[in-house]
Structure formats: structure tokens, C-alpha cells
């Protein structure tokens, strides 16, 4: 007998996305030695999405006693993070999220079809703020911060980031984002070339790997996934899946060119022509924040600094806890 799938689970407590950056902070490529600051990486045990686990003195919920009406402009992680914590310490927060969901770029990072716990982590961050009541305007874009500043007390800037670009490289203009490949899924075709080796590419390389596609990585540095704040956990796992499923990688290489149906490939040795069906932007993020910096105005989140969960929800905190 067959017996019927479970049900799905439905997270009361915030889900863990397995993302090591808080409780095993250690950072490793090319065979160097910990990347990690020692004093960040000393503190085992400490969680990214849960900033109190672990730093409970630094990190807690005073209610205030000065009630306070929060514009936060911005409904991706940042921004819900922000709603929650204002809102236990006794705060009216309002988001203005231009699309018309919440999530921001979680949805792209969790849209890939081994990150189940990402997804369910947005799942559960919609249910907070639905359950705290916390008022959310949908599909309402907020660039000129004066529009709004008379109606509220203070304002949390957390729009995000946008693609790096590179217009040096002839025919950039024909590379797609991690959006359109994750999220949208309008990237089509069997091979994709990847320009950059960081984790994004390297989880979405291996996304079309499970998927039966074959992925080109080609990466300026020496290693990839090669910077401070993803676990090695998480990144020796991703080179070693790249190497089991002979994903071509190239190392110290850039693209010089990308045509119709074609990229250039240039390494140390040699440059040569790669037949291709796309090639994905995967040299990174520019903070994008809006409004200048002004008394009252706080920025939380990749729009300070591009960075991961950990970054974004900590930050969260530094900022809420002093409003
Ligand atoms: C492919 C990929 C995989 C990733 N994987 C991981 C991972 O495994 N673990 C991890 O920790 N991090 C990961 N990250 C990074 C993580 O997604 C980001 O650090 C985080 O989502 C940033 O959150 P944020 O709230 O600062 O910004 P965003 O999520 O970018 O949110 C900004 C929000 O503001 C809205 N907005 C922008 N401008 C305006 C405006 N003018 N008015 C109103 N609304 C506006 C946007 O629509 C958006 O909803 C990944 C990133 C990518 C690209």
C-alpha cells in the first residue's frame, strides 16, 4: 500500500536554513586559513537568523516606552525583520514594498530546488507579520522620502541591492540576472555560463546540474566561492559538487565578449569561443538604497552593505533595539 505523503510541516518556530554563518563561522578557500575574523569565529553557537541565541545581553527585546510610527521602505528579509522587532517592543511599523509580495531577493535565492528550508523561511516570515497585524502597502514604490516622512516618526530604508555591471565587457547587455534564471525561470536552454564563481552561481550551477543541464563557471579569483561570510561547510560542499559532477570550471578567467548564442572565454593560457545558450550575471550586487541619509532615517540590510541573512538580521536588530 501506498502510503500518503506528509503533510507539509508548518514552522511555528522560525525554520534553520542551514546556513552555518552564526553557529560555525569559519570561512576557507584556496587552501588558505580561516577567512573569518578569529574573535567572530571563537563565538560557536550563535545564530544568523536568531541574533539573541547565544548573545542574549546583547541582543533582546526591551519594550519601549516611547511609542513610535515606523515607515520601513523595503519588504525583503531587511524589512520584515525590522516589522517584527519594532512591533514586540511596542511600535506602529508600516512596510512599503514595491512589488506585490514580501520576500525581496529571498525569493530569487530561495527559489533553487534544494532550498526547501529557505522557502519555508519566507513562509514563516509572512505568517509573523500577518499574525502581529503588522499593515504592509503592497505594490507601493517609496524613492522620494519626504513623500512619507510627515506621517511617521521614523524611517528604515531597506531596498536592497542591485546587479553589479560591467559594460567593459563587450555585449553585457545580453547577460541575465539570478532573477530571471531562479526566480522567473525565462532563461532558457541546456548550457549557462556563469560569469563569476561566487555562492550564488555555484548554487545555481548546481541547481542545473540536479536539473540534467550543463553549467560553465568562470571565475576571476583563484577558488571559488571565494570570500569571507559563507561557512565552509556550505562552500566546500559546493566546490566539491561542481568537481563530482564535472562542471567545467575556470579559474583566474574572465569573459571578454558574449554574443548571440556565444561567450569569449579568456584564461591564462588561452581565449577561445564557448557555444552557449546564456550567460548569467554572477559578479554580484551594488547596495541600492534611496532617500540621502538624514536624522530619523536608518538603512538596514545588502542596501548598507551587501551582505547574507546574518548581516541583514543582526543589523536589524542594532537598529530596531535603539528606536
Ligand atoms: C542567488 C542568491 C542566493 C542567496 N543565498 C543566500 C543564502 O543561502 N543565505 C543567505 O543568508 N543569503 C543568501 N543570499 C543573500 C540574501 O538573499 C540577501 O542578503 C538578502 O535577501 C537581502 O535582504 P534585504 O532585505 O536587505 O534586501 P532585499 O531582499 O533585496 O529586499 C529589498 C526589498 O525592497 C523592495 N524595494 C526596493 N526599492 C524599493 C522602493 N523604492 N520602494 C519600495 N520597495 C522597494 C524590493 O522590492 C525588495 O522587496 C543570496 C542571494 C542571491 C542573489
New binding site residues.
Given amino acids: 500500500m501506498i502510503s500518503p505523503s506528509p503533510a507539509p510541516v508548518v514552522w511555528t518556530r522560525r525554520p534553520c536554513?542551514r546556513?552555518h554563518?552564526g553557529c560555525f563561522n569559519f570561512s576557507k578557500a584556496n587552501g588558505t586559513e580561516n577567512m573569518q575574523s578569529l574573535g567572530d569565529s571563537l563565538h560557536l553557537g550563535r545564530c544568523?537568523l536568531n541574533p539573541p541565541t547565544m548573545q542574549h545581553n546583547r541582543y533582546k527585546i526591551v519594550p519601549t516606552k516611547h511609542p513610535k510610527k515606523v515607515a520601513i521602505?523595503?519588504?525583503?528579509?531587511?524589512?520584515m525583520e525590522c516589522a517584527l522587532v519594532l512591533k514586540k517592543r511596542g511600535h506602529t511599523p508600516v512596510i512599503?514594498?514595491?512589488?506585490d509580495q514580501l520576500?525581496?531577493?529571498?525569493l530569487?535565492?530561495s527559489a533553487m530546488t534544494f532550498k526547501e528550508n529557505?522557502k519555508e523561511l519566507i513562509a514563516w516570515y509572512k505568517r509573523e507579520i500577518a499574525k502581529a497585524g503588522i499593515e504592509v502597502r503592497f505594490n507601493?514604490?517609496?524613492?522620494d522620502l519626504g513623500t512619507i516622512r510627515r506621517g511617521f516618526d521614523e524611517i528604515i530604508v531597506?531596498?536592497?541591492?542591485v546587479p553589479r555591471t560591467m559594460p567593459q565587457i563587450k555585449g553585457f547587455d545580453k547577460t541575465h540576472s539570478?532573477r530571471e534564471l531562479?526566480r522567473e525561470k525565462s532563461v532558457e536552454g541546456d548550457k549557462i555560463v556563469f560569469l563569476g564563481g561566487g555562492?550564488?552561481s555555484c548554487?545555481?550551477a548546481y541547481d542545473l546540474v540536479l536539473a540534467g543541464k550543463h553549467p560553465v563557471i568562470v571565475e576571476y579569483g583563484n577558488d571559488l566561492v571565494a570570500a569571507q561570510a559563507t561557512c565552509l561547510a556550505n562552500t566546500s560542499f559546493l566546490r566539491d559538487a561542481m568537481e563530482y559532477h564535472k562542471v567545467p570550471v575556470y579559474l583566474h578567467s574572465t569573459i571578454t565578449e558574449i554574443g548571440d548564442g556565444y561567450c569569449v572565454i579568456k584564461t591564462p593560457t588561452e581565449t577561445f569561443r564557448c557555444e552557449c545558450d546564456a550567460v548569467i550575471n554572477g559578479i554580484g550586487f551594488v547596495p541600492a538604497p534611496?532617500g540621502p541619509k538624514a536624522p530619523h532615517v536608518h538603512r538596514?540590510?545588502?542596501?548598507v552593505a551587501i551582505?547574507?541573512?546574518?548581516t541583514?538580521i543582526w543589523r536589524a536588530w542594532d537598529v530596531c533595539m535603539r528606536i
Wanted: glycine letters at 22%; one cysteine or more; aromatic letters at 6%.
Fill in positions: 536554513i546556513c554563518n544568523a521602505i523595503g519588504g525583503g528579509v531587511g524589512g512599503f514594498e514595491k512589488e520576500g525581496g531577493l529571498f530569487t535565492a529557505d507601493t514604490e517609496v524613492n531597506c531596498t536592497g541591492s539570478f531562479l555562492q550564488s548554487e545555481a534611496v538596514v540590510g545588502d542596501c551582505g547574507n541573512l546574518r541583514v
